[in-house]
């Protein structure tokens, strides 16, 4: 659900290629690529500052397609995603592609709130990343729970708090949960996954499960198996 590769993001650490490949070998069925967006920490933003808004987006968006090549070919599901971030504040999108980020230089300009509406209205989805987060990047904690599909409250780069003030968040506002490894090198060893009963095939598939309550949040711990949580 929040994955990170060096071609997209500055903190990323390993290519797509390689994430495609490191979580085959931990038996996952499926990954959401979601690199940081040109608002965060974006690797765009270091090597490509001064170039046009299509060749930004065509680069930004190798790291998924280097994964969805690789997956492809090992039988691993790659999904494209992407971290949108506004003063520290970020919200994990997902079921958009690359074509309407081409067409789409204005979501730089707009509201959060704005953002978010439209999202929705162009059939994607958004997850809050790490809500109650405190780090010297985020200038305030800044919660929009009403055009969001789902909330982070599992976080393994988050301190133990910050995730159980999430999660009691989510339960009393009823919002749907979600656990995200934000791993950016293939050798992070303590991940999250969602499970579902059945292969999930598409991004609606997956968040028609969510809300339903049909996925389980599962655990890894370093050199331990993965666990329901």
């Known amino acids: 659900?929040?994955?990170?590769?060096?071609?997209?993001?500055?903190?990323?650490?390993?290519?797509?290629?390689?994430?495609?490949?490191?979580?085959?070998?931990?038996?996952?069925?499926?990954?959401f690529v979601t690199d940081h967006f040109f608002n965060g920490n974006s690797r765009i933003n270091f090597t490509m500052p001064e170039k046009s808004w299509e060749e930004r987006v065509e680069a930004f968006c190798k790291g998924y397609e280097n994964a969805k090549k690789k997956g492809d070919e090992i039988g691993l599901s790659v999904f494209f995603g992407f971290e949108y971030n506004f003063h520290g504040t970020e919200w994990l999108i997902y079921g958009l592609s690359k074509n309407w980020l081409l067409?789409?230089?204005?979501?730089?300009t707009i509201s959060p709130k704005e953002f978010l509406k439209l999202v929705k209205e162009c059939g994607?989805?958004?997850?809050?990343?790490?809500?109650?987060?405190?780090?010297?990047?985020?200038?305030?904690?800044?919660?929009?729970?009403?055009?969001?599909?789902?909330?982070?409250?599992?976080?393994?780069?988050?301190?133990?708090r910050a995730n159980d003030v999430a999660l009691l968040y989510a339960d009393l506002n009823e919002i749907p949960k979600t656990c995200g490894s934000d791993c950016h090198h293939n050798m992070d060893n303590n991940l999250c996954a969602m499970g579902s009963e059945v292969k999930i095939n598409?991004?609606?598939?997956?968040?028609?499960?969510?809300?339903?309550?049909?996925?389980k949040m599962f655990k890894k711990d370093e050199g331990k198996d993965f666990y329901e949580v």
């Not at 067409?103 to 730089?108: A, T």
């Not at 997850?127 to 982070?152: K, S």
């Open 1 to 31: 659900m929040h994955l990170h590769t060096s071609e997209g993001s500055n903190c990323g650490g390993s290519t797509g290629e390689e994430q495609a490949l490191y979580y085959k070998s931990l038996g996952y069925d499926g990954i």
């Open 124 to 160: 994607g989805y958004a997850v809050q990343a790490h809500p109650f987060r405190e780090a010297p990047y985020i200038d305030t904690i800044r919660i929009l729970p009403y055009n969001i599909d789902g909330m982070e409250v599992l976080n393994v780069k988050n301190c133990k």
């Open 103 to 108: 067409n789409s230089p204005h979501i730089m």
């Open 202 to 215: 598409s991004v609606s598939e997956f968040f028609e499960k969510l809300k339903n309550g049909e996925l």
